[in-house]
């Protein structure tokens, strides 16, 4: 079992910038691909990006390619999400998640809010 817990969320500025933090319980995180998603209100979770075991691998979502980055430090058992330019519609709760392969996510944390002011 993993256990996570975002930060790093706050409000910000159009064009502005946050890194995001997800910090891991137990052992075994570097075992599971890592991934950030987003939920703004009314609105289906989206895919933002994941990362590999290693760190070695990543993916993102066409909306934020080239604006945010993902990384993990597995001595950490922390992943990252360096947002860049930010835009109004960045605006939504963050979550990271833990899972076998990055497309199926077993672990959830509670979420961290992101408001991006124009």
């Known amino acids: 079992q993993v256990q996570l817990e975002e930060s790093g969320g706050g409000l910000v500025q159009a064009g502005g910038s946050l890194r995001l933090s997800c910090a891991a319980s137990?052992?075994?995180?570097?075992?599971?691909?890592m991934g950030w998603f987003r939920q703004a209100p009314g609105k289906e979770r989206d895919f933002l990006a994941a990362v590999g075991w290693s760190g070695g691998g990543t993916y993102y979502a066409d909306s934020v390619k080239g604006r945010f980055t993902i990384s993990r430090d597995n001595a950490k058992n922390t992943v990252y999400l360096q947002m860049n330019s930010l835009k109004p519609e960045d605006t939504a709760v963050y979550y990271c998640?833990?899972?076998?392969?990055?497309?199926?996510?077993?672990?959830w944390g509670q979420g961290t809010q992101v408001t991006v002011s124009s």
């Open positions: 998640g833990a899972g076998a392969d990055r497309r199926q996510y077993l672990y």
């Open positions: 137990g052992r075994t995180f570097s075992t599971y691909y």
